[in-house]
């Protein structure tokens, strides 16, 4: 009992954490656009493209791995071993970090002058660089507290992150500006916040450390046995078994981050001779810090549920238990398309007013719909590429996702030039869907799935009717709200417009037997007790 305790507690403290860190990194973005404007933000976005695909370079896959080793030889009281792992794993941080950075300072006025077509994007990214001396380090500490089921750390550590960096990055924009000193510098400024983010991460994860060691001396007062795996385990030989795991993990890992960069190496250029040089970046920037932060949101859902199935579909595989399998696939599956699509919905629905009430004006509303609708082949890429891992499946999704990849550049290259900027977004969702689509194909061939089934019909049936009743309560908003502070006047259209279509959503879905009760089972207790008194009232 005390496990899964712990494993439930765990599970919890790393969901919240990540949806605290998801929002506030999001919502980092709104004050800097209102305080910069799309152009200056189309400079921070290429900046922090390139950091986080080199980011995910240097990290992505090594701290599943180092979570895996660890977990395997604590299970076996290999105590020594598992340190001796730790501590080579750091050491390569170590130098992954150095390397990163220096490469990415050397290449950043190339990149962003030759490249990405933004001679103020090199000040930018130059800012940002120190960041991969601590993120690195800090990725595999979370990996081996990952592995040592000691999530406190990890949870309380990305929180305080996200906290610092958004205080930096527009406190120090604000500063700079304030002064007198110019836009180039206040975009370096709020670029920096990641930086210092990442020492505060780095410095709470240094304090759960230091406990956890002190923790281990009570329980291991001789060590001896480091000696035993000094020569037992080579760091060659840890490095192998890193490798080996971690490996196909990494290009999986970076199907985002390399589309994100993608579109920051090429948009301007792409766009530059239909719009001209200014309202290309512009663009941009509207791509990067408007679109992509709204539709940032229904990801939030498919991260958890992916972070929650992964260890119950690999138990289930390993103890060849098929039906628990095809039922957990069929259950992920479909809970990350009844939980995003109401969000897709609504923010699409929404859009106008939310673009309005967050950032300076309603420029690019149709960027946003676009991007945010496409968000759904992302969720089901996501979920599925997932299963494929706790199936032990890493060849097959690393395949997808570099041949995704490879689209992504091809139809950005052969759609923009005709399409614009809807060409940009429609190479994306493109990409994601082909993903999407050989993911769940390959994965039809272990386990026997289905996602919604004859339910499609009503849930195409519930769009449709949602986007109608939506379009009727914008047009009854514009002609009997209008307040003369604009702001305010597209907060309450959105806090008019985004319950009805969430609460109509459910009433709709449970009356088209979408959602039936067996799904609310798989809800915390007080939720469920909630939902079944809304079955009684529309079933009456």
């Not at 990540?18 to 290429?46: C, E, K, S």
Request: proline residues 3%.
């Amino acid at each position: 009992m005390a496990k899964k305790d712990s494993l439930i507690k765990g599970t919890l403290v790393l969901a919240i954490a990540a949806f605290t860190a998801r929002f506030l990194g999001i919502f980092q973005r709104v004050p800097l656009q209102n305080m910069l404007g799309d152009n200056a933000m189309a400079t921070y976005g290429i900046a922090n493209s390139i950091y986080f695909l080199l980011l995910m370079i240097a990290t992505a896959g090594i701290p599943v791995a180092i979570s895996k080793l660890v977990s395997e030889r604590m299970a076996m009281g290999k105590f020594a071993e598992a340190h001796r792992i730790y501590v080579a794993a750091v050491k390569f941080a170590i130098v992954a970090g150095l390397v990163m950075t220096t490469f990415l300072w050397l290449a950043s006025d190339y990149y962003a002058i030759y490249i990405a077509e933004d001679k103020d994007a090199g000040l930018a990214i130059k800012a940002l660089a120190p960041a991969l001396l601590f993120f690195p380090v800090i990725a595999i500490m979370r990996g081996y507290f990952q592995g040592r089921q000691q999530m406190m750390g990890n949870g309380i550590s990305q929180i305080i992150e996200q906290i610092v960096r958004v205080i930096v990055a527009v406190g120090l924009a604000s500063l700079l500006l304030f002064i007198g000193f110019s836009e180039q510098l206040a975009i370096a400024g709020a670029t920096f916040g990641g930086v210092v983010g990442g020492i505060a991460a780095l410095l709470v994860m240094l304090f759960y450390w230091r406990r956890l060691k002190k923790q281990d001396l009570k329980v291991h007062k001789d060590n001896n046995l480091q000696t035993n795996a000094t020569a037992s385990l080579s760091y060659k030989k840890i490095y192998q078994m890193i490798f080996k795991i971690s490996g196909p993990v990494i290009l999986i890992s970076i199907a985002v981050p390399a589309i994100n960069f993608i579109d920051s190496s090429t948009v301007i250029s792409l766009l530059e001779g239909q719009l001209g040089y200014d309202s290309a970046k512009e663009m941009l920037g509207i791509l990067q810090n408007r679109a992509q932060a709204v539709a940032g949101l229904p990801i939030i859902f498919s991260i958890a549920i992916s972070q929650s199935i992964l260890p119950i579909i690999s138990s289930a595989y390993a103890k060849k238990d098929l039906q628990m399998l095809s039922g957990q696939t069929s259950l992920a599956l479909r809970l990350s398309v009844l939980f995003s699509l109401p969000v897709i919905l609504v923010l699409c629905i929404a859009a106008e007013p939310i673009n309005g009430l967050l950032f300076k004006d309603t420029l690019g509303t149709e960027v946003i719909i676009y991007l945010t609708a496409s968000t759904i082949f992302q969720v089901m890429m996501m979920t599925s590429g997932t299963i494929l891992m706790g199936l032990g499946q890493f060849k097959r999704p690393m395949i997808h996702v570099s041949l995704g990849i490879i689209l992504k550049v091809i139809g950005n290259y052969l759609l923009a030039p005709w399409l614009g900027i809807v060409g940009i977004i429609l190479s994306t969702a493109i990409s994601f869907s082909i993903v999407m689509f050989l993911n769940l194909m390959y994965l039809k061939k272990t386990v026997s799935y289905s996602v919604l089934g004859k339910r499609w019909i009503g849930t195409i049936i519930t769009s449709l009717l949602l986007i109608g009743i939506g379009y009727l309560v914008i047009l009854f908003n514009h002609s009997a709200i209008q307040l003369s502070i604009e702001r305010l006047n597209y907060a309450v259209h959105s806090i008019i417009l985004a319950p009805i279509i969430g609460i109509l959503y459910l009433l709709f879905m449970i009356k088209f037997k979408v959602i039936t009760e067996s799904d609310i089972r798989h809800l915390p207790g007080p939720i469920q007790r909630v939902m079944q008194k809304v079955f009684r009232i529309i079933h009456r």
